[in-house]
């Protein structure tokens, strides 16, 4: 099936550092691309998406290119914040029986210091 | 704010028991999606329900079962549990079943259950 790898964290960084956090997906057909942002103690909330190859998602700072050749759609920041510090989730659409529903890497925790 | 409510936040339960985890999904979604969140499995996709009616299934156990009511809010049932069942349980919710145009599915704020 198909499936996201995302790297491995914690991830540690001061304030104004460049956030790069990788992801890569194995998937039959186009799917479409997510991060999602998990703050402490609260659910999931779309942070951006990108429906096709070469789109690029942004918001709040955060970029990220869909790469079909290199099947990649990582995550990018110029200058983190601390209220940035979160789990962040790559994912990917995967239909099933007509249905589509969203399947995740295993999340990078983020923490950004002063 | 989300908009999809799920109660309760905190559940504690011993072993062999059974649970019931709520979801009412923001006003005008139809379609719910549960998901478990553990420290070893990520976020496994368990099941997903569309205007009362079972769409997907993922890797949800026998043990578990779910159901979406007229009034659109989903309930997991999670019987004999076990320790390993220990997770957070999260309900989404989008507009449409997730499909080309992909509506944005809104998480809440999870359940953690905790079996002792």
């Known amino acids: 099936g198909n499936s996201v790898t995302q790297m491995e964290g914690p991830v540690t960084l001061s304030e104004e550092a460049f956030l790069t956090i990788n992801c890569t997906y194995t998937a039959t057909g186009y799917p479409s691309l997510f991060w999602y942002v998990q703050y402490p103690g609260e659910g999931l909330q779309l942070l951006l998406k990108a429906t096709k190859a070469d789109d690029k998602g942004s918001n709040k700072g955060f970029e990220a290119t869909y790469r079909k050749e290199t099947t990649s759609f990582h995550l990018e920041k110029g200058s983190v914040q601390v209220s940035d510090s979160a789990v962040y989730f790559c994912a990917l659409s995967e239909t099933q029986g007509g249905s589509e529903k969203l399947v995740f890497g295993k999340g990078t925790k983020l923490t950004v210091n002063p | 704010d989300s908009g999809v409510t799920q109660t309760p936040k905190h559940l504690i339960t011993a072993t062999g028991q059974r649970v019931t985890l709520r979801c009412s999904p923001r006003?005008?979604?139809?379609?719910v999606y549960w998901y478990q969140q553990s420290l070893d499995q990520g976020l496994q996709f368990l099941i997903q329900?569309?205007?009362?009616?079972?769409?997907a299934k993922g890797n949800i156990l026998e043990r578990f079962s779910a159901q979406q009511f007229p009034d659109l809010h989903s309930e997991l049932n999670l019987s004999s549990l076990e320790l390993g069942d220990s997770a957070l349980y999260f309900c989404a919710s989008s507009v449409l079943p997730l499909g080309s145009g992909l509506p944005e599915a809104f998480f809440g704020q999870g359940t953690r259950l905790t079996v002792v």
């Open positions: 329900y569309y205007n009362g009616e079972e769409r």
């Open positions: 006003s005008g979604d139809l379609s």
